[in-house]
């Protein structure tokens, strides 16, 4: 899953219009998802930005916050954990993901629309909503 040319410039226009200082440690952390150009877990974008393990907790600090500014999609883990995907700022979309070796997939089919009629119904406001499929990838089939 490449990212569509030019997302960095429109992730680093949001950045510079966020209140948001870019220490050396976010940069790095953003170079190495740009490099990954995947989603993935907070210890494996610690090792690519080549960080010493306590700083996992800023690691996970940073992408709240790139989370808060629309740069980060968080994929929940079906057992527990995250992925992290770069994301452009306002996209919306789900993943199939590897219970595995968590490679993710696209998904292009959000119910978002109906849920939101349905819990309107319900009398539900600020409505949000998570959709992700987890199984085992061909890789993973064949391995097991
Ligand atoms: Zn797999
Ligand atoms: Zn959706």
């Not at 680093?12 to 220490?23: C, H, K």
């Not at 190495?32 to 090792?47: G, I, K």
């Not at 406001?125 to 064949?142: F, K, N, P, S």
Request: contains cysteine.
């Amino acid at each position: 899953m490449k990212h569509a040319k030019g997302i960095l410039q429109r992730i680093l226009q949001v950045i510079e219009s966020a209140p948001l200082r870019m220490t050396r440690k976010r940069e790095r952390l953003l170079a190495a998802l740009v490099a990954l150009d995947r989603p993935v877990s907070a210890a494996a974008l610690r090792d690519k930005a080549d960080l010493p393990a306590s700083d996992l907790v800023t690691v996970y600090r940073t992408l709240e916050t790139f989370e808060g500014i629309g740069i980060i999609q968080r994929i929940p883990l079906e057992d527990s954990g995250s992925l992290y995907e770069l994301t452009e700022p306002n996209d919306h979309h789900h993943h199939f993901v590897c219970r595995e070796c968590h490679r993710t997939e696209r998904l292009d089919l959000c119910l978002g629309q109906e849920l939101e009629k349905q819990a309107h119904t319900l009398g539900f406001t600020q409505v949000a909503h998570l959709m992700e499929v987890y199984g085992l990838c061909e890789d993973c089939q064949v391995a097991s």
